[in-house]
Structure formats: C-alpha cells, structure tokens
C-alpha cells in the first residue's frame, strides 16, 4: 500500500479505460503512474481540492480527452506572445493534467515526447504570473 491508499483508500472498483484508445485520441503517450491513479481512484477530486484530469470525467472542464487541455494550451500561447504572463515553457509542450479549487493548473512538461515516464510536473499560480 502506498502513502496516498493510507491518506486517501481507493474505492473498491475503478472504471475500466480503454489507454490506446485515449493515447491515440490524444497523440500522446501518457505516463504509467498516471493510469494507474486514474485506474484506481477514477474520476473526482481528492478531499475536494484537486481535480485530475480523467477520461472518464463526468464534466467537460475536468475531463483529459476534452477541450480542456487545448484552451488551457492556446491561453498560454496567446500569453505567451502578448506578453501578458511569462510562460517558463513552450505552450506546445505543456500539457494540463489536473486543476485544484484554487484554480492552479497542474501540467507535463511533456519533453520528451515519447517517453511519459521521464515527464516533470509544472504548476502555475492561480490568478497570477508565477510559476
């Protein structure tokens, strides 16, 4: 058992998800210990605070494989090239995965492309231009 069971105990079942369907539907690999969260704990938020993105969200707003993480993406682009807010990393290599209540948004520095498991996690400041 790991330290998040011990905090947070999984349901007894979590959705069946079909991975290569959604890592085509998204053209991307994705990591390992993120599907077996996602396996575990399904959709939902972890003491209501933070909201990973899942297939399987119930809301378009929360869900990976929905607009989300494309409007979050051209945001930060569009940041990026006004100047409005520094953005530390290509838009094009960010990746929203999760969002908390505050409204942090939670990200895979996805570089390299095709290898998941060596991704790090970014944040930024909620209302704010820190990272």
Known sequence: MTSIDRLCPPPPTGPSTDWPSVEKSLGMPLPTDYQQMANTYGPGAFCGFLHLYHPHASTPGTSITGSMPATIRAQ???????????????PQHLFVMGVTYNGEYLFWLTEPAGDPETWTIATNEARGPRW
């Open 76 to 90: 930060l682009q569009h940041d990026l090239d006004s100047g409005t807010y520094p953005v530390p990393h290509d």
